[in-house]
């Protein structure tokens, strides 16, 4: 059992401080910037399951997200079912279905793999836009229920905040733990030298299963809350530029990590709500210096934020003074 530390005093006060902001804040501007924050950090969390840890570069995870909506919507609005039981239902359906579709591309490596990954969401978009029962190229709509939890539909913001800051804590946890086990260190040799992964006998196959399947389920479960937070859905979700919501932080904040996709949310996000509030004056011109931030950084930090900070000598020495306090508070030596 790990020993208390300054690390985990900070981390419990950087969670109380998340769980009183609601408290504080009225602004239902300020609010949803923050669920949309901890949504598309989950996002990314799921994302680089495939992407990171494994090495599949995947930009259809848009693709994914929108099954998990649309199951959600026409559950809720067909059967009655709530968001919560359908959430259980999208993470297996639409973690086996992407998983058995995409296994027969698992031999592709590189960017054969991440056209694929195009593919299917593009089939997936005319799919929905010409299907009626799904509402075709008007989507559905979401009723609200307020005060009904089943439902998962309230006017407010505040039970939508604490459920996103929720999902964030769990998908983050989930990451750590696969990261530290066995099957991370299967992904992580897969991502490193696939031809070594063979030679020391992971069943390459199996484990890009497996990551499809985890990734694609856990994306699926952000397609849900987001469908019943945002009350409608279309076919446009399936737009593969959506992805970028969920790739960007990862390469932004270090791709390959835990902490840098959910590091790289939390800046991306605000920054890029900020700037379309800022430039609103002149249309697209956001997105120009939304842009030409990011490449700046990909250009001078090819490895992300985190790639940079585990190499720096601020490290170091963040590390030598939480060491220092660590010894004087809980008397190690």
């Known amino acids: 059992m790990k020993r208390l530390s300054i690390r985990h005093l900070l981390v419990a006060l950087l969670l109380l401080i998340l769980a009183i902001v609601p ?43 929108g099954l998990g909506s649309y199951i959600a919507a026409l559950l809720l609005n067909h059967l009655g079912l709530s968001p919560w039981i359908s959430m259980i239902v999208a993470f297996f359906a639409v973690g086996l279905v992407t998983a058995i579709l995409l296994s027969p591309c698992f031999v592709l490596t590189g960017p054969y793999f991440t056209l694929v990954t195009i593919a299917f969401t593009e089939a997936f978009r005319n799919l ?24 998962m539909r309230w006017i407010s913001k505040v039970p939508y905040y604490y459920i996103a800051l929720i999902m964030v804590i769990l998908f983050y946890i989930i990451l750590k733990l696969i990261d530290r086990s066995k099957l991370g260190y299967a992904f992580k040799t897969i991502r490193e030298d696939e031809d070594t992964a063979h030679a020391v006998g992971i069943n390459t196959f199996k484990y890009k299963f497996i990551a499809t399947f985890l990734s694609s389920g856990l994306i699926a479960v952000v397609g849900v809350f987001y469908v019943t937070y945002i009350g409608y859905i279309n076919p446009d979700i399936f737009k593969n530029s959506n992805s970028l919501d969920y ?87």
């Open 23 to 65: 408290a504080f804040i009225n602004t239902v501007y300020i609010l949803g910037i923050f669920v949309t924050t901890f949504y598309v950090a989950c996002g990314t969390l799921a994302w680089s399951i495939l992407g990171g840890l494994t090495g599949q570069i995947s930009l259809g995870h848009a693709g994914f997200m």
């Open 128 to 151: 929905f836009t010409n299907w009626e029962f799904a509402g075709s190229g008007q989507g559905l709509l979401v009723p609200i229920d307020d005060g009904n939890v089943m439902s």
């Open 247 to 333: 790739v960007m932080p990862a390469i932004i904040g270090g791709i390959g990590s835990i902490s840098g996709p959910l590091l790289g949310a939390c800046i991306l996000t605000p920054l890029s709500e900020w700037l379309s509030a800022a430039l609103s004056q002149v249309s697209g011109l956001n997105l120009v210096v939304y842009a030409a931030i990011v490449i700046v950084v990909i250009l001078f930090q090819p490895n992300g934020i985190m790639g940079w900070f585990t190499h720096s000598k601020l490290r170091k020495k963040i590390n030598n003074s939480f060491d220092k306090i660590d010894s004087k508070l809980f008397k190690r030596k």
